[in-house]
Structure formats: structure tokens, C-alpha cells
């Protein structure tokens, strides 16, 4: 992954992002990336890692979000979060506050998410 997936991926985003930013879209256009789960913090028998939903990488980039943010970290294996983890109501709260056309007033997943 490191070796074949990532740098296209990295290579392509970079160029999507230019893209966007060089069109004057960026600011007005949230870019969101993610995969469905993270992966166990070790390998398996089968040489290979299994989906592991306690913790994964999300990015985010232009409506509104601030350049260059890392927030929250995870374990040093990755396994789980360490500190400011966000759970995926949280993520959708940000987004709906970042594209300004939702807000917790009128979302059923923000209005039905505990107060911290």
C-alpha cells in the first residue's frame, strides 16, 4: 500500500486540490476522504489486515476547514484513539456546520447525538 496505492493517491488528491484551489472553488467546496473502516494494527495469519472499525483516518479539505489541522491522534500501533476522538455523528455535525445548510435544528443524526 505504502509503495503502490498511496503515492498515485497522494499524486492525484494534491492535483485535485491545485485544481480546485487554482479555480477559486476550494473555499466554497468541502472534499471529504475516507474509506468504510481502518484495518486491524496487525497483520494476520493470511498476511493481511482485517476491517477494524475503532479508529481510521478521515480527511477534509477546503469549505471552511483550516489548512494544514491534524486533530486527534491515535495509539502508536494506530489500533485506537488517543486523544479527541471523533465519532461519526461528530464528523457529520462538522460537515453540516462547515456546508452551512444543515444545522442541529433541523438534522435528525445532530439532534439525536448526546451533549458534550
Same mark, same amino acid.
Given at each position: ?6 503515492p498515485p ?14 479555480? !477559486?472553488?476550494?473555499? =466554497? &467546496? *468541502? ?8 484495518? %486491524?494494527p ?13 479508529c ?10 483550516q ?10 500501533d !494506530?489500533?485506537?484513539? =488517543? &486523544? *479527541? ?8 455535525? %462538522? ?13 435528525t443524526i445532530?439532534?439525536?447525538a448526546p451533549?458534550?
Open positions: 500500500m505504502r509503495d503502490h496505492l498511496l493517491f497522494d499524486k492525484a488528491l494534491s492535483a485535485f486540490l491545485d485544481d480546485m484551489q487554482d479555480r !477559486g472553488l476550494l473555499d =466554497e &467546496t *468541502l472534499v471529504t476522504w475516507w474509506g468504510e473502516f481502518g484495518r %486491524t496487525k497483520i494476520n495469519r493470511q498476511v493481511g489486515r482485517e476491517h477494524w472499525g475503532f481510521q483516518s478521515v480527511g477534509l479539505a477546503g469549505g471552511g476547514v489548512r494544514g489541522l491534524i486533530y486527534g491522534t491515535s495509539t502508536k !494506530g489500533g485506537y484513539p =488517543e &486523544t *479527541l476522538p471523533v465519532r461519526p455523528d461528530d464528523l457529520s455535525a %462538522t460537515m453540516f456546520h462547515l456546508l452551512g445548510s444543515i444545522t442541529s435544528s433541523t438534522c445532530c439532534r439525536a451533549s458534550r
